[in-house]
């Protein structure tokens, strides 16, 4: 298997535009996790899904966050409109189920200025 | 609030060593505690996952402890190698939510 598949690996925008995050989890896992991480705040969960329904989503920082999930091999990660604050490392991981190991991405490096 | 601190935040060891990383948790009611391993601009890379009624893991030169009622977790990696820099990130799973919360993590660097 391929593992998590992350796109973009990179991306650098201005403030004010849309960005759009694209996860592609592992084969037969049934969660994925939508993660943040920060130099200052280290990794934080952002949302989570099971069976594409989104189950917990208090980790998501504002309105400006969306989540989708619309079949089991597919997900996004939207930011509209983006600010230079949310600029960060985002990963995505999927599990088999929800509480056993999680598989990472590579992540996608989001600068926004 | 279920919070999980690593110490210390970074160890530098000369090869050969070995050495001992540790994890801590506020709340003992988890239902698994998991190890990761990040290199610099990598992605996580799960190393072991310990479940709330297991007390240790091993694979290969790791090895790694729990004692929920302490609320702690121990990494050992014996016979460090250059290769095992990089840092080492300390997750639990309050319940079953699958919700991990990470600690801060411990940077190592093993010194040729």
């Known amino acids: 298997d391929a593992g998590v598949i992350q796109s973009p690996r990179h991306e650098v925008t201005e403030m004010g535009q849309e960005v759009t995050l694209r996860c592609k989890p592992i084969?037969?896992?049934?969660?994925l996790f939508w993660y943040r991480q920060t130099m200052m705040r280290g990794l934080e969960l952002l949302i989570y899904?099971?069976?594409?329904?989104?189950?917990?989503d208090s980790g998501m920082p504002e309105d400006r966050f969306s989540a989708k999930m619309p079949n089991a091999s597919f997900s996004t990660l939207k930011i509209q409109p983006s600010e230079p604050r949310d600029s960060a490392v985002y990963f995505c991981a999927s599990s088999f189920t929800r509480a056993e190991t999680q598989y990472f991405g590579p992540g996608t490096r989001l600068l926004v200025l | 609030k279920q919070e999980v601190t690593q110490i210390p935040a970074a160890l530098s060891v000369p090869e050969g060593e070995n050495l001992v990383l540790n994890c801590s948790f506020t709340d003992s009611a988890i239902y698994n505690l998991q190890w990761f391993r990040q290199d610099p601009g990598k992605g996580l890379t799960s190393l072991l996952l310990?479940?709330?009624?297991?007390r240790e893991q091993t694979s290969g030169r790791l090895n790694a402890s729990l004692d929920k009622s302490s609320g702690r977790s121990t990494l050992y990696i014996a016979a460090s190698q250059p290769g095992d820099s990089a840092t080492y990130l300390c997750?639990?799973?309050?319940?079953?939510?699958?919700?991990?919360?990470f600690g801060q993590g411990t940077t190592l660097q093993v010194k040729p």
């Open positions: 899904f099971n069976n594409n329904v989104p189950i917990d």
């Open positions: 310990i479940q709330s009624s297991q």
């Open positions: 997750a639990v799973i309050s319940g079953n939510t699958g919700k991990l919360i």
């Open positions: 084969s037969g896992h049934n969660s």
